[in-house]
Nanobody, 119 residues
């Protein structure tokens, strides 16, 4: 069982940056693939970025490539999402998620943190 707690959301102007953090409970964080998702008002939740458990390979949705960076610190049980060059369309609730291994559904979710980008 993994519990996830996100932080770092807020209000930022277009072009600005934010760094989201997600800290996980438990001693087996390094065995989990991690991801960030987001859900804008009135829209379905979408995948944003993921990082593998072993080699820390990363992957992104096309709309954030080159602007967002996902990383993890296994010693701190934490995954990060560095978001640069933010756009109003990035406004959403951002969720951290975990899955055992690198494939399959994400089984564990945080409560979400709001990111609002003003134009």
């Amino acid at each position: 069982q993994v519990q996830l707690v996100e932080s770092g959301g807020g209000l930022v102007q277009a072009g600005g940056s934010l760094r989201l953090s997600c800290i996980a409970s438990g001693r087996t964080f390094s065995t989990y693939g991690m991801g960030w998702f987001r859900q804008a008002s009135g829209k379905e939740r979408e995948f944003v970025a993921g990082i593998n458990k072993s080699d820390s390979s990363t992957y992104y949705v096309g709309s954030v490539k080159g602007r967002f960076t996902i990383s993890r610190d296994n010693a701190k049980n934490t995954v990060y999402l560095q978001m640069n060059s933010l756009k109003p369309e990035d406004t959403a609730v951002y969720y951290c998620a975990a899955r055992y291994g690198n494939y399959g559904n994400f089984d564990y979710w945080g409560q979400g943190t709001q990111v609002t980008v003003s134009s």
